[in-house]
């Protein structure tokens, strides 16, 4: 009957008084808390579908665990993390970690004074990672577990901690030159010729270098605003390419190719997109000793141009490639003229101008760099 459908948890049939006495008057009664029911359990499903589709979209893992530390219920992020077969429902929550107890953690969140709890471990080494436990507490059998892996995180915060470590020594080591060498001319080096022309050139070369550190670093800054104030207009990569093409044949023994079809514009900022081709091209001038840079530009689909440029230079050692767009990297090569800080400014401009930037290396046999930014005329 309807009425044992009801009970079983079927709500769809409705009961139909036939008569119209107290019975049918029951029935009638029974139908209207059968639609009550209904909607509230339709309003309980789509909650649940909501909370399961909001936990999907997590990268953290979660799970809910009961005292007997089984698992009630984990999302996609938890699975890639503790393994998804372990983590069906109904199945006890794994160890998968040999020197980090998981089952330990979640059985002490059902302590009678068992407080939210948060816990950092490398269990590999290679890799960092947060647990969170919020207790079942009094009224609930259920605890929940939230697994985040910060390795990148921590890299980024290590990352900008290093950034402000070595921006202070950059900047610490000409402002030193410069300070003992007018030390020693107030003493008196200001009176003999030779002596007062030798410190005058070290200030003359160290506030150059300042002056060179204090512009990279605003550019840095600048690019790490993430376009937010960035003016991008047309801008003819043609003769840009040219005149750095130039500039570096004057300073050097160094070939340099430019291959550029007229007429190609690229929506940019040009103060960034000049930084960016010249720090490219003075990194290839300074690793390629007696040969050749290759500057070829193509259009690409949809509304892209592709900018390469190859040099026959020494190459980036494999174990460094990954690591070239870092600030202040400069891969055991300790020139004094140089920073570190030329690659990042080219990775984070590029990426405020909506490009991109590849890197193709063999040691002894050059490097390729490829950079793809938006053309500012799409034509059909």
């Known amino acids: 009957s309807a009425a044992r459908e009801i009970e079983a948890g079927n709500f769809s049939r409705a009961l139909e008084p036939s008569f119209l006495d107290e019975i049918g008057s029951l029935a009638a009664t029974i139908d209207r808390m059968r639609t009550r029911l209904r909607q509230s359990f339709d309003g309980i499903q789509s909650e649940r579908l909501l909370l399961r589709r909001t ?22 992020a938890a699975g890639a993390l503790l393994g998804a077969e372990s983590l069906a429902e109904g199945a006890p ?3 998968p970690w040999p020197d980090y107890p998981l089952r330990a953690f979640a059985q002490s969140l ?29 009224a609930f059998r259920t605890a929940l577990l939230v697994i985040t892996d910060v390795t990148e995180v921590e890299r980024r915060e290590l990352i900008e901690r290093d ?16 300070s003992g060498a007018i030390e020693v001319l107030l003493r008196g080096a200001k009176d003999q010729p030779q002596e007062r022309d030798h410190f005058l050139a070290i200030i003359d070369r160290q506030s150059a270098r300042l002056g060179r550190l204090s512009r990279s670093l605003l550019v840095l800054a600048r690019a790490q605003t993430n376009g937010e104030e960035l003016r991008t207009v047309p801008v003819d990569l043609c003769p840009l390419l040219e005149e750095i093409a130039e500039g570096i044949r004057r300073s050097g023994q160094l070939q340099v190719d430019v291959d550029c079809p007229p007429g190609l514009e690229v929506l ?5 997109i000049d930084q960016v081709f010249s720090n490219l091209a003075a990194n ?3 690793y390629t000793d007696g040969g050749v840079v290759r500057i070829r530009v193509r259009p690409r689909e949809p509304g892209q141009v592709e900018i390469q440029l190859a040099d026959t230079g020494r190459g980036i050692p494999e174990d460094s490639r990954g690591r070239i767009f870092d600030r202040f990297y400069r891969g055991g090569a300790r020139e004094p003229d140089g920073f570190g800080l030329g690659l990042a400014i080219v990775r984070q401009a590029i990426r405020v101008l909506n490009g991109t930037v590849e890197v193709q290396s063999v040691v002894g046999g050059g490097t390729t760099f490829r950079v793809t930014l938006p053309l500012a005329k799409v034509t059909a």
């Open 110 to 138: 059902f302590t009678a004074d068992a407080e939210i709890r948060r816990e950092r471990f490398t269990p590999h080494g290679d890799r960092c990672y947060t647990v969170y436990g919020i207790p079942a507490g009094a």
């Open 55 to 76: 936990l999907e979209r997590l990268d953290q893992g979660v799970v809910t665990v009961d005292a007997e530390l089984i698992v009630e219920a984990a999302n996609d």
């Open 284 to 286: 290839a001038a300074k």
């Open 93 to 95: 929550l794994p160890d």
């Open 163 to 178: 950034f402000v470590t070595n921006a202070a020594h950059e900047l610490r080591t000409p402002v030193t030159a410069i």
């Open 268 to 272: 940019a900022e040009p103060d960034l």
